[in-house]
T-cell receptor, first 107, second 115 residues
Framework: KNEVEQSPQNLTAQEGEFITINCSYS?????LHWLQQHPGGGIVSLFM???GKKKHGRLIATINIQEKHSSLHITASHPRDSAVYIC?????????FGKGITLSVRP | DAGVIQSPRHEVTEMGQEVTLRCKPI?????LFWYRQTMMRGLELLIY????????DSGMPEDRFSAKMPNASFSTLKIQPSEPRDSAVYFC?????????????FGPGTRLTVL
């Protein structure tokens, strides 16, 4: 059974700070997704990774297959980045979600 | 494109009633996914379709739940009979290619309350 752990559980940052959110999993995977859920409830897919690194605007996602770990970085954070960030892992024909991390960015 | 469309956006019903949730995926997308989100369990995959064919329904909680995709532009998730523990937000998502190795586009969700 794949366990997906996200850390930290909750995170508060000041506008402009560099933020890192982590996701660890326990089995070999086929793909990892980072999702963003806004306070209104809508879900947006940020990245899909199977190896390496991806960048989109101020967001960077990395994955280390050997260490079974992925990180989501936010540079120059802004209050509009306040959301829940969820990691989802596709492994052994099963999709497992992390519990999500609540990020609050203060102006 | 309007994105993934779900209806209704909110549904309040009484225990024992039949509930049907609807989803229209993005045109040209080949995979469709149904998810459920609750405070207790977070997000869960219920079922997904590739090219209108159900691939994995192991996440469907029990026989009261059923999903169909009669064509590439429409899917339904039905709960009969509904129970209070089915109260949740149900999301539909679609992706251009089959499986989970591609970006998914989520609908706005249907908030279901079963009294």
């Amino acid at each position: 059974k794949n366990e997906v752990e996200q850390s930290p559980q909750n995170l508060t940052a000041q506008e402009g700070e560099f933020i890192t959110i982590n996701c660890s999993y326990s089995v070999g995977i086929s793909a990892l997704h980072w999702l963003q859920q806004h306070p209104g409830g809508g879900i947006v897919s940020l990245f899909m990774l199977s190896s390496g690194k991806k960048k989109h605007g101020r967001l960077i996602a990395t994955i280390n297959i050997q260490e079974k770990h992925s990180s989501l970085h936010i540079t120059a954070s802004h209050p509009r980045d306040s959301a829940v960030y969820i990691c989802a892992v596709w492994a052994n024909s099963k999709l497992t979600f992390g519990k999500g991390i609540t990020l609050s960015v203060r102006p | 494109d309007a994105g993934v469309i779900q209806s209704p956006r909110h549904e309040v019903t009484e225990m024992g009633q039949e509930v049907t949730l609807r989803c229209k995926p993005i045109s040209g997308h080949n995979s469709l996914f149904w998810y459920r989100q609750t405070m207790m369990r977070g997000l869960e995959l219920l079922i997904y379709f590739n090219n209108n064919v159900p691939i994995d329904d192991s996440g469907m909680p029990e026989d009261r739940f059923s999903a169909k995709m009669p064509n590439a532009s429409f899917s339904t998730l039905k709960i009969q009979p509904s129970e209070p523990r089915d109260s949740a937000v149900y999301f539909c998502a679609s992706s251009q290619q089959e499986g989970f190795g591609n970006e998914q586009f989520f609908g706005p969700g249907t908030r279901l309350t079963v009294l």
